[in-house]
């Protein structure tokens, strides 16, 4: 994972804004879970460019961010000055710590902890942060979520022999987290009590700023794992004209789920709470 995000993070930085946007109902029914209030120490678990600790701030909570990648971390940092943010693997830092040695009132991540090579060893690591009676709460990706890793490269992949499949559902990914039974079996596991785990689906609008959002779909997915493996895979087999080429027919692809004139799907996730 760390391999991953190294190269990976770029195109989250680059995309922020839009990232923020695409994915504001998902952040919007996590805050509303976390009960943030004024004096709340909390730690935001793969922390990214700094959402969640900005909305901490905003509220008057003491914002703590981790992240595996410095890049992330030195972009949380200048959008959440007041913040602090360390690079870490949060499955076995000692992150109380590791930054000044109070709890957790709470701990919250958004798509950012569907990662960990060992989720039991990592929530038994994040409940040994927390304070007594401190919340976790967290959105990852649902089983039978596609459209959000393939619109836009369904037409790239059908150009390979063997086109990659869907992410994987049960193993450090994207689609770690998805069955909604081994997340309950995760959280018991690590020692975790009171666990709901609810589906909430988000409407994933990609207009941002009047745009119809079709090359913000296809700028989000090309800078994603499988589109950067397939741009390098298939751009210099088709040479300049051909890979310009298939990007257009990738837009006719992106061009046909317009409603009402911009680029929107429903994606699904689940929305957990646990206490200590």
């Known amino acids: 994972m760390r391999a991953v995000w190294s190269t990976g993070s770029a195109g989250w930085i680059r995309h922020q804004h839009l990232y923020d946007c695409v994915f504001a109902p998902f952040t919007t029914a996590l805050l509303t879970a976390a009960e943030l209030a004024p004096g709340h120490r909390v730690l935001d678990v793969g922390c990214g460019t700094g959402t969640l600790l900005e909305a901490a701030a905003a509220v008057g909570a003491d914002p703590v961010g981790v992240d595996i990648s410095a890049d992330m971390v030195a972009a949380a940092r ?63 990706w649902r089983d039978g979520e596609t459209d959000l890793f393939h619109l836009g490269l369904r037409s790239l992949m059908g150009r390979l022999d063997d086109p990659p499949g869907p992410p994987p559902s049960g193993v450090p990914g994207p689609m770690g987290l998805a069955d909604g039974a081994r997340v309950r079996q995760v959280l018991a596991g690590a020692g975790w009590r009171d666990v709901t785990v609810a589906p909430v689906d988000g409407d994933c609008d990609y207009g941002v700023d009047g745009s119809d959002g079709i090359e913000e779909r296809l700028a989000i997915v090309l800078g994603g794992q499988t589109g ?49």
């Open 228 to 276: 950067r493996a397939l741009r390098a895979e298939l751009e210099p087999r088709l040479g300049a004209a051909g890979w310009a080429a298939a990007l257009e027919q990738a837009r006719q692809e992106v061009r046909e789920r317009t409603v009402d004139g911009t680029v929107r799907f429903v994606a699904h996730a689940w929305l957990v709470t646990a206490t200590t």
């Open 78 to 140: 200048r959008r959440v000055p007041g913040a602090r943010v360390i690079v870490a693997d949060a499955q076995v830092e000692d992150l109380r710590a590791g930054t000044s040695g109070d709890p957790f009132d709470r701990i919250v991540s958004r798509l950012g902890v569907m990662f960990f090579a060992d989720p039991v060893a990592a929530f038994t690591n994040l409940r040994s942060a927390a304070a007594p009676g401190a919340r976790l709460a967290f959105v990852c």
